[in-house]
Each structure stands twice: as structure tokens, then as C-alpha cells.
């Protein structure tokens, strides 16, 4: 039996240099006791997924909305592929897999119904009344939304899991930039790991779930060459598969390839980088966890694929439109009559405001329970339950 001591112990005596340490935490807003058998990252981890918010990501969109099928990735299982894509990239650095662990699950935990382009109508709904953004979303959520406790609300998570939800950064999320999280300065090392984490994620459940849907074929891919070449060498290996098996094998190989390149790049760097510990990783100029110029380059005719063939993809424009309209007048009419809204958000109305209030309440929603309200709200035939 390990108690929490012995494993910050061993934290100590196994992990890298530059490895954030559960006992160096800066600790909670509020103060608690410390449990016995788990570290302050282990904790937030499991306060995370034992989260309202964490469940509902299973009926979030990926880039396929909920009810087209039963195949296709979820806010959930993406978050669970970063997860363990980041654990393996994190125990290949000798960094902290609890902390990289915590921040992967609650990455994507401010994300609203319908994807990007559930976001996008948000923002452009809040842009005169302090705006949206999922990464600021997912803060208000384990500080806020989230009540379990009698002494505060929010889950009260650790600052350095709450500094890497702030400062998620893709080409898709922008890092925010909450003051008391130190804007100026990178993220741990551990939190830049689930960074990429989620870019190596998306990119290859996008094309699992887009050659499944049909809507892009492996052919097309042929042209683009990382997948040409990998396509190669599992042609060479295994003559004559076809069907699910290859399909598997080629994106496995391809997850492969970014993991195997960005812990052989990110060495690299953290010696080029001179970094010693946590907090000069925190300091460094840029980040220091990369893919390499090859692999970057490599990377972008890919993307550039998903972008004009899938995210493109007329079936999924449509989809997208649509999703924007749902959010768009399901924020219009609560805002006009705010007694529409459930006891626990009509409390907060004098406080924060009709506009906060409304955005909380529709970036809370699943997929499945915005098409229901749109249909309870709309359709006059539809009774209210």
C-alpha cells in the first residue's frame, strides 16, 4: 500500500528533472485537506471525470452529431483517445502522467453542443456581452457550474490543471487568457503534451470516422504523402488486406509515427532549450513540446485534406449550418422570456446576467437534449414535459 507521501516520493526520485511534481502544486483556491492515497493531480482527475459535464461529452458532436450513428467518435471518446495518447507521451518523457491525465480529460469539458460550429454561433452570440470561448467555458465550469461540495462551488481543481485548460492551444482552440493564470507564460510541460495530444487525436479519428462515413475514400488519400507511405510499407507487410483491418492498421501506424516524432523532437528541444526544471519550461521563449519540421510539414497536406474534403464536405457544411441555427434560436427565445430557464439557472440571473446566464445554460446542453428543446420550443404540436 502507497500512501500519498510515499507516491509524491517516488514522483521525486523517478520522474525528469523538468517534471511537475504533485508536491510543488500550487495548491487549491480552496484550501483542503489532502487525501491519503492520492496525489493532488490523481484527485483532480477523478473529480473531473465523476463531473456532470464530463458525462455529458458522450452526446457531444465530434464533427458528427450524435444521432447519425453509433460508430463515430463523441466529445467523450475523443476526449479519452487524447487522454491516453498524452499519458503515453508524457511516461515517454519522464514527465507527470497524472497531471498530463487530468488536463486531457477536462480539455474539452467547456465545449458546447454541436462542435466548432456550436462555438462559433456562441461567440458571435456573446461578442457585446464578455464572449465565449470553451477553454474560459471549461473554467467557469469546474470553478463554477459544477456544485458537489458545501464549502465552495466548482470542483476546485489544482492550478496547474486549471492553467492548462485555460491555455489549450490547437489550430482550433486559442489559448485564453484568465490573469491569474499567468497569460505571459507557457503552460507545463505536461499540459503542452495534451496539446498535441489532441491535434494527433482529431486528425486521425477524423479520417477513421470520414473513410467509415463514406464521405472521403481511401484513394483520394493515396495522394497525400503521409498516408501514401504508410499505406505502402502496410501493403508491403501484408499483401492483399483490405477492409477494417487495413483501414486500422494504417491510422494505428500513423498515430504511431506523431507520437514516436514528437517525444523524439520534444528530447530534443528540452535539452536545446536547457530546461532543468518545471518552471524553466514554464519561462522558455516558446514551447518547447513539437513535432518536428518534417513531420509538421508532413502534417499539413493532411489537415489540408481533412479541411477540403471532409470539414468541407457538403453533407457536414449542412450539418453545421443548421447546428449554428438551433443554438442561434434557442438563445433567442430564452433571452427574450428568461423564465424559460430551469430553477438552478434563473437563480443566477441578477448576478451574471441574462446573456451568461443563457450561454451557460446552452453550452451545458448535449447534442440530443438541444434538438429536444428545439423541438419542445418550436414545433406547436409538441407537448411540454
Given amino acids: 500500500m502507497f500512501t500519498r507521501r510515499e507516491i509524491e516520493e517516488i514522483e521525486i526520485k523517478t520522474l525528469a528533472p523538468y517534471a511537475m511534481k504533485a508536491r510543488h502544486t500550487r495548491g487549491r483556491v480552496h484550501k483542503e485537506e489532502e487525501h491519503p492515497y ?36 463523441t466529445r467523450l471518446t ?11 507521451i508524457a ?3 519522464g514527465l507527470n502522467g497524472d497531471l498530463a491525465e487530468a488536463v486531457a480529460l477536462a480539455h474539452d469539458i467547456g465545449h458546447p453542443p454541436f462542435g466548432h460550429s456550436g462555438e462559433e454561433e456562441l461567440r458571435t452570440l456573446m461578442k457585446d456581452h464578455g464572449g465565449f470561448d470553451h477553454n474560459l467555458q ?14 465552495f462551488k466548482g470542483l476546485n481543481l489544482s492550478w496547474e490543471v486549471r492553467e492548462g485548460i485555460n491555455k489549450h492551444s490547437t489550430p482550433y482552440d486559442r489559448a485564453s487568457s484568465l490573469i491569474e ?3 505571459d507564460k507557457s503552460p507545463t510541460l505536461e499540459a503542452q503534451i495534451v496539446d498535441l495530444s489532441d491535434e494527433i487525436a482529431y486528425d486521425n479519428h477524423d479520417l477513421d470516422d470520414g473513410l467509415t462515413s463514406g464521405l472521403i475514400k481511401e484513394e483520394d488519400l493515396r495522394e497525400v504523402p503521409l498516408w501514401g507511405d504508410i499505406d505502402g510499407k502496410i501493403n508491403t507487410r501484408y499483401p492483399g488486406l483490405k477492409g477494417q483491418i487495413r483501414k486500422y492498421q494504417i491510422i494505428r501506424a500513423l498515430i504511431n509515427t506523431e507520437v514516436t516524432d514528437l517525444i523524439t523532437e520534444s528530447e530534443r528541444r528540452i535539452g536545446e532549450f536547457k530546461i532543468k526544471t ?12 513539437l513535432f518536428s519540421q518534417k513531420l509538421l510539414e508532413e502534417r ?9 474534403n471532409l470539414y468541407m464536405h457538403h453533407k457536414v457544411v449542412r450539418m453545421s449550418d443548421k447546428s449554428r441555427r438551433f443554438i442561434r434560436e434557442l438563445f433567442n427565445v430564452y433571452l427574450s422570456n428568461p423564465e424559460q430557464l430551469p430553477p438552478t439557472s434563473k437563480g443566477r440571473l441578477s448576478a451574471e446576467g441574462s446573456h451568461r446566464v443563457v450561454c451557460d445554460y446552452i453550452a451545458g446542453m448535449t447534442d440530443r437534449y438541444a434538438l429536444d428543446e428545439y423541438i419542445k420550443l418550436f414545433n406547436p404540436y409538441e407537448r411540454m414535459r
Fill in 38 to 73: 492520492r496525489t493532488c493531480y490523481q484527485r483532480d482527475r477523478d473529480r473531473v471525470i465523476h463531473s456532470t459535464a464530463f458525462r455529458r461529452l458522450e452526446y457531444k458532436t465530434q464533427v458528427f452529431v450524435n444521432h447519425e450513428g453509433d460508430y463515430y467518435r
Fill in 78 to 88: 475523443h476526449t479519452l483517445e487524447v487522454a491516453q495518447i498524452a499519458v503515453s
Fill in 91 to 93: 511516461r515517454g518523457l
Fill in 138 to 151: 471549461g473554467l467557469r465550469v469546474v470553478d463554477l457550474l459544477e456544485e458537489r461540495y458545501p464549502d
Fill in 181 to 183: 493564470l499567468e497569460p
Fill in 278 to 289: 518545471s518552471e524553466d519550461a514554464r519561462e522558455a521563449s516558446e514551447r518547447i513540446i
Fill in 300 to 308: 499539413k497536406a493532411l489537415k489540408k485534406f481533412l479541411f477540403d
